[in-house]
């Protein structure tokens, strides 16, 4: 690496795993770890059609997430079609020698919950998977992103991916937050602010004393839904936080390896005066708990805010995406956030369903009963274990809430978990399209203490009143 | 891989910013095999109702577009999920250009995989040809990969591809076959990696024995 120019962590990854760069601007890169789930099918077909085989089958691990049951009793799969899908994987796993966290694996969970929670994810590697929330990675200084069924077969294949580099973008926070904000709340103040493509086409870090502060589930979070402002990857530099994550899990290198590695991971930082092709700075102390109310996660406002009007839109195409925004959601312009009832919630999903996720939802839970039916669905089957250790589980129960297994669930609803047409939930997921949680749902998406909040209140609800002298 | 050199067809618009991946094919169809043709239930509930009537008002149901190869559209057309699935879908209904001012990153990547042209113009050119379709919805447009021009009627404008993109969809190259003229330089890479980054556990599983054996060690 050049000793003088100044480069930017996301230049250094970039750098570590380029095999050859073409003239036209292409380049190899080297894959340090692949990740498939069901979903891969279409990649594992395409092997077979080529008769090709995995080139790493040690670099590639699979996990159960997508299709998996997330209700009791969760062996018995009573849909043929979804049994089809979370067998096709074993299958195809076992047919290849890689190796599976399928159902009944204590190691099983969202695909992105467990890489880091095994260690499997650490600094510095380049980290790929055919689901475009793989930009979560991206909290431990990886270059991670999501690939399509014909990336994923030629990784399978190759172990590389031909990639032409991005543009690099840095946003930054600083200050500290207020408290009941999290990082679920910085990250769709950023997206309302640049928009759900405001990222595209660039590599984003996320850096600032704001950031440097949060956990590593909130690092998480907020690289989780980069791909939400059209960011393939987001990134964070290691440091204390992130070696203290990783110290003692599975994967990880152990005893004077891993010191040894932290060595080489601090080297991942960006070099004072490195230059970014776009810059966007954030005062952390101006973001308030936020909810979206439409049906791209940039239709994000702090809750005390109100519905926004067409009529008063002056561009005409801004006034029509507004229109059929309010139309699908069926809410009226001018509504105030807090008095939108809710239907049901959901505590889940890659972005928010970790143990912080889980402790911060049950302190405003606790001693509370939620006023509508709702799924907790912990992110992986570790993070359930010590949640039932810490007794959250009784609290969720307690509220009259469905206690359910770890998977993808409701956040995309493939595995049959959906919410009914026309309900409206509060869920703590990445995306509120149209149809996402199931034909005709409505979702609004925040952090999981303020989906807590909309279950104690039966509406869209400002949290900070109700943990208001409590423990958190 | 489909090349992609020149294509002359009615084109449909869509108006829809962010039109994401779910809308072009919704979660629950992603078991399907591709051999069972996803054409179908592409756009499956914006084209359909819920009691899987067609709806009037979607553009793609229309008379005049019901056979349209090529597609105009907003403003990050095809973001959200990966799932090629959703190219999978455009192609097997028929489509193989969408013309929009800029598009998801996975989407342009799955689409040129596939033989698909993401053709990137400005917002005004898009509305342009939006208001033209509106007007005389019959009306042929040509895209030409080669020239990278856009005609149609009176009016031709330019659109920007990445040139490697165009390249490949040009020629219908493989990127596996590519790849394969390089395993010299991966076998190299692979080897320098070992000792270069002895911490990125090139082996992984031999990092978790690893520990397990300290851990009995220790205990």
């Known amino acids: 690496m050049s000793m003088n120019a100044p480069l930017t962590l996301f230049d250094k990854l970039w750098a570590a795993h380029e095999i050859v760069r073409r003239e036209d601007g292409e380049a190899l890169l080297w894959v340090d770890r692949h990740f498939v789930h069901e979903g891969s099918f279409n990649a594992f077909s395409q092997l077979k059609a080529r008769g090709a085989r995995v080139a790493e089958r040690g670099l590639t691990f699979a996990v159960a997430d997508h299709y998996v049951p997330t209700r009791s009793p969760r062996r018995v799969i009573d849909n043929p079609e979804i049994a089809r899908m979370v067998r096709t994987l074993e299958d195809n796993t076992a047919e290849h020698g890689i190796t599976l966290f399928g159902i009944g694996d204590p190691r099983q969970g969202i695909v992105h919950v467990v890489g880091p929670e095994q260690g499997l994810t650490l600094p510095g590697l380049l980290i790929v998977c055919g689901d475009s929330h793989t930009s979560t990675h991206g909290a431990l200084g990886t270059y991670s992103f999501g690939i399509g069924a014909s990336e994923v077969a030629h990784v399978l294949m190759t172990q590389t991916l031909w990639q032409r580099k991005p543009k690099r973008m840095r946003i930054s926070l600083d200050g500290r937050l207020a408290p009941g904000i999290t990082a679920k709340d910085i990250v769709l103040a950023i997206i309302a602010r640049i928009g759900a493509d405001g990222a595209s086409g660039h590599a984003v870090e996320f850096a600032g004393s704001t950031i440097r502060a949060l956990s590593m589930e909130g690092r998480l979070t907020l690289c989780n839904m980069s791909i939400e402002a059209g960011a393939r990857s987001g990134m964070i530099a290691p440091d204390e936080t992130t070696f203290g994550y990783i110290r003692g899990r599975p994967y990880s290198p152990q005893g004077s390896a891993f010191e040894r590695a932290v060595e080489a991971w601090t080297a991942l930082a960006t070099d004072a005066d490195a230059q970014f092709d776009r810059e966007i700075e954030l005062d952390a102390a101006d973001i308030a708990p936020i909810v979206t109310w439409g049906t791209s996660p940039q239709d994000a406002l702090p809750i005390d805010a109100s519905l926004p009007d067409p009529a008063r839109e002056p561009d005409a195409a801004r006034a029509k995406y507004l229109r059929e925004a309010l139309d699908y959601m069926a809410v009226k312009p001018g509504t105030k956030l807090t008095d939108i009832g809710i239907d049901r919630i959901f505590i889940g999903s890659c972005t928010n369903a970790r143990i912080e996720d889980l402790r911060a939802a049950a302190a405003v839970l606790s001693g509370r009963k939620s006023k509508v039916p709702g799924l907790v669905s912990p992110g992986s089957s570790a993070v359930k274990r010590q949640a039932e250790e810490e007794g959250l589980d009784r609290i969720f129960r307690d509220a009259g809430l469905e206690w359910g297994e770890s998977g993808c669930s409701m956040c995309v609803g493939i595995n049959g978990d959906v919410v009914a047409p026309g309900e409206r939930c509060a869920s703590t997921t990445n995306r509120n399209f149209r149809g996402r949680q199931g034909p005709g749902a409505r979702t609004h998406l925040m952090s999981p203490a303020m989906v807590a909040a909309a279950a104690v209140m039966g509406r869209l609800a400002d949290v900070r009143p109700l943990i208001a002298g409590r423990k958190l | ?219």
């Not at chain 2, 056979?67 to 209904?93: H, M, P, Q, T, W």
């Not at chain 2, 320098?192 to 054996?213: E, K, L, N, S, Y």
């Open chain 2, 1 to 219: 891989m489909n090349k992609f050199t020149r294509l002359t067809a009615t084109a449909c618009p869509l108006d829809v910013a962010n039109l994401n991946t779910d809308q072009l094919l919704p979660a629950r169809f992603l078991k399907l095999p591709r051999s069972a043709g996803l054409g179908a239930v592409l756009f499956h509930d914006l084209r359909f109702d819920a009691d899987a009537r067609e709806r009037p008002d979607f553009p793609l149901n229309q008379p005049a577009w019901r056979e349209a190869k090529i597609i105009v559209g907003a403003r990050n057309f095809g973001c959200g999920s990966s799932r090629e699935a959703a190219v999978y879908a455009l192609l097997d209904y028929g489509i193989q250009c969408v013309i929009a001012p800029s598009f998801g990153d996975i989407f342009a990547g799955n689409a040129v995989e596939n033989g698909l042209l993401p053709a990137a113009v400005s917002d005004a050119e898009a509305t342009a040809l939006m208001s033209l379709l509106g007007e005389e919805p019959r009306l042929p447009v040509t895209v030409d990969l080669e020239q990278q021009t856009i005609t149609c009627s009176d009016k031709a404008f330019s659109f920007v591809v990445d040139p490697v993109r165009r390249t490949r969809l040009l020629n219908g190259w493989d990127s596996i076959a590519l790849t394969a003229s390089y395993m010299d330089e991966i076998a190299a890479f692979k080897a320098a990696d070992r000792t270069r980054r002895p911490w990125a556990c090139h082996r992984p599983a031999q990092c978790a024995t690893d520990q397990v054996t300290n851990r009995n060690n220790a205990g």
